[in-house]
């Protein structure tokens, strides 16, 4: 078997090769040909076995590697995540283990490899076989997808806070308002002598307070519109459902539509890039409120819920017009628009938005009136990833 020759230091010979019989030579053949890295690990971390590929991938002679701890290899980032995968490999005999690590070139750069891991049984010390593939390729590909991604979902978002600029000033002109009202009564007071201290101080903490909720909303506004790459982090979906609603919120009440959230009762955890979301639900909401502008008893409801293990489903559903079954598909399409002047940009962006996270958004006519859009996310996992990474 592979391995079984080892020098006194108990590293696997890189010249000698298993025994070249039978099913082992076949066996033999197979690791030396296949496009993958094969590497056998003891215990500690030694690197006891090498497949030639690792010259290809990763431009090693196997005399450079055998003997070597594996660890040395690993990107400082993900040598804790690689030894914990190593050790969970070990404890479990039989059962593989994946990780995603960036191992060092010969030439100093970085790849990223896919290595599932595999607790070799009937041998006397415990080793783990180890077979890797470069995905750097892969990774870049994705990377530069979301790029692209965030450059569209940043033009959409300016889009979007340009459409709502009467809104946005009205929010904001509230707390300012507010502001002045506060300091103008606090110098009647002055000037007329009759000073409370009590009261003024009530006045200028209130002042203080409006200030701060001034201060949230432009906060909230450079954030949502600032540029960005992807960055997915944990979140809680019902939190940035929230926060959605209070940009649009004004606009709503503009429009004389009643708005309703119907929540999880708990917190629903997904890995996202969190503007984006924002920006996926701000442009649902958005739509309802416009199919269901002028109509008598105008509403919209956004509701989240578990549909199945795993998988969130978010549902935005108005009272307005509905779908023609003519439209169809057509309103995810790039550039088609119902709205005069519309672009035509926004759903096709928030459904890739929704892609690349994992999920798919879709469109149903509601039986009575009106039309739900329909998005799903991955549910992230204890671990730290999504069931779809």
């Given amino acids: 078997m592979i391995g079984e020759t080892d020098n006194q230091d108990g590293s696997l010979a890189p010249c000698e090769q298993p025994p070249s019989h039978g099913a082992e030579d076949y066996f033999r053949r197979l690791v030396e040909n296949t496009l993958d890295v094969v590497t056998i690990i003891s215990g500690n971390g030694t690197i006891r076995y090498e497949s030639p590929a690792i010259e290809r991938v990763l431009g090693y002679r196997l005399d450079e590697l055998i003997g070597r701890n594996v660890l040395d290899l690993v990107h400082p980032e993900d040598r804790d995540g690689a030894a914990k995968a190593l050790h ?39 080793e783990v076989v180890m077979s890797s593939r470069d995905i750097t390729q892969r990774r870049q590909g994705e990377k530069e997808t979301w790029q692209r991604q965030a450059e569209l ?6 889009s979007t806070m340009g459409e709502m600029a009467s809104e946005v000033a009205h929010e904001l002109n509230q707390p300012l308002a507010a502001i002045a009202n506060y300091a103008r009564g606090c110098m009647r007071r002055i000037s007329s002598g009759a000073v409370d201290n009590d009261q003024l101080l009530s006045a200028l903490d209130r002042i203080a307070g409006q200030a701060m909720r001034a201060g949230a909303i432009i906060r909230g506004l450079r954030s949502f519109v600032s540029k960005g790459d992807f960055q997915p982090e944990s979140a809680d979906l019902n939190e940035l459902i929230r926060e959605a609603d209070s940009f649009v919120e004004p606009e709503a009440h503009q429009h004389h539509v009643s708005m ?4 999880a009762a708990g917190p629903l955890t997904v890995r996202v890039d969190t503007v984006q979301i924002e920006q996926v639900v701000l442009n649902l909401v958005r739509n309802g409120i416009e199919a269901v502008n002028g109509a008598a008893e105008g509403e919209l409801v956004v509701s989240s819920g578990v549909v199945r293990e795993g998988v969130v489903e978010v549902s935005v559903s108005d009272t307005g017009g509905g779908i023609s079954s003519a439209l169809g598909d057509r309103m995810f399409e790039p550039f088609f628009s119902t709205k005069a002047g519309g672009l035509g940009m926004g759903l ?42």
């Avoid at 995603?100 to 891991?117: F, P, Q, T």
């Fill in 88 to 126: 969970r490999a070990l404890e479990e005999p039989g059962v593989p283990h994946t990780a995603e690590v960036r191992i060092r070139h010969r030439n100093g750069s970085w790849r990223i490899l896919e290595a599932v891991g595999k607790r070799l049984t009937g041998r006397g010390a415990p």
């Fill in 260 to 263: 309703r959230l119907d929540l």
């Fill in 348 to 389: 096709p962006i928030s459904r890739s938005i929704i892609e690349v996270h994992g999920g798919r958004l879709w469109a149903t006519a509601n039986p009575d009136r009106g039309a739900t859009f329909h998005f799903t996310l991955p549910l992230e996992m204890q671990s730290g990833k999504t069931p779809a990474a």
């Fill in 153 to 158: 979902a940043h033009l959409l978002r300016l």
